[in-house]
């Protein structure tokens, strides 16, 4: 009984070093770990005198609640942040409406003898040419920009064809080619559009840019 009475006393001791006794623990039936704690007293009552639960039976199982309850609050405060992150995104979104942008394409809208549209450099060029093509895909201007600095610069085309004939108002595509030297060297072009609308979804903020369709925030190169 000296045996029983030693293990008693190890389990009482790591009972208190856990929190106190179970009479101090909270008495609501939802919280898991005061139900943790009875089953495992009931436990200990029960067991066989000859053969009590050990220190390390305890301490693991006591180790198991205690690990139980920081994933509870740790999945609580991942929901915050996820709400918080959320409601973040949807604001971003929302002052979005209304503010033109540079997206990647290659589509330009003529209207009042004026179609905007961008290009990102990686690198400094000394040459760049944009050609602006009409629907059939045939080209309808050649525009010499010159060098230009690496980074998003934004044209104006002014709608006047190689001919010298003022172009239908309507959409166009554009082609941008980028020199160093004589060597080509990569040039992506940006298109040119205002948000009409913003939705959030699972893959996070997409913006609705008018006929370019719609954009990630990602998406976006220069905002004006």
């Known amino acids: 009984m000296a045996q029983v009475d030693q293990a008693n006393s190890s389990i009482s001791q790591l009972l208190a070093s856990h929190g106190g006794s179970i009479q101090s623990a909270r008495k609501s039936e939802e919280d898991p770990q005061e139900r943790f704690l009875k089953l495992l007293v009931t436990q200990m009552q029960n067991q066989d005198p000859l053969s009590p639960m050990d220190n390390a039976e305890v301490t693991s199982q006591l180790a198991q609640i205690s690990t139980v309850n920081g994933i509870e609050k740790l999945n609580g405060t991942l929901e915050q942040l996820v709400a918080n992150s959320d409601a973040k995104r949807s604001l971003e979104a929302a002052t979005m409406i209304g503010r033109s942008v540079l997206v990647p394409g290659t589509s330009m809208a003529l209207e009042n003898h004026a179609g905007v549209g961008g290009f990102e450099l990686s690198e400094p060029v000394d040459k760049l040419v944009v050609t602006i093509k009409d629907s059939a895909g045939i080209a309808v201007r050649d525009i010499d920009l010159g060098p230009q600095a690496a980074g998003v610069s934004t044209f104006v085309w002014n ?35 205002t948000v009409e609308n913003a939705s959030l979804g699972a893959n996070g903020v997409a913006l609705g840019v008018g006929e370019l369709g719609y954009a990630g925030m990602t998406d976006i190169k220069k905002i004006f």
Request: no cysteine.
């Open 159 to 193: 709608g006047v064809a190689n001919s010298g004939a003022e172009a239908a108002p309507g959409r166009y595509s554009f082609a941008v080619k980028a020199l160093r030297g004589d060597q080509e060297v990569a040039a992506s072009a940006l298109a040119f559009g």
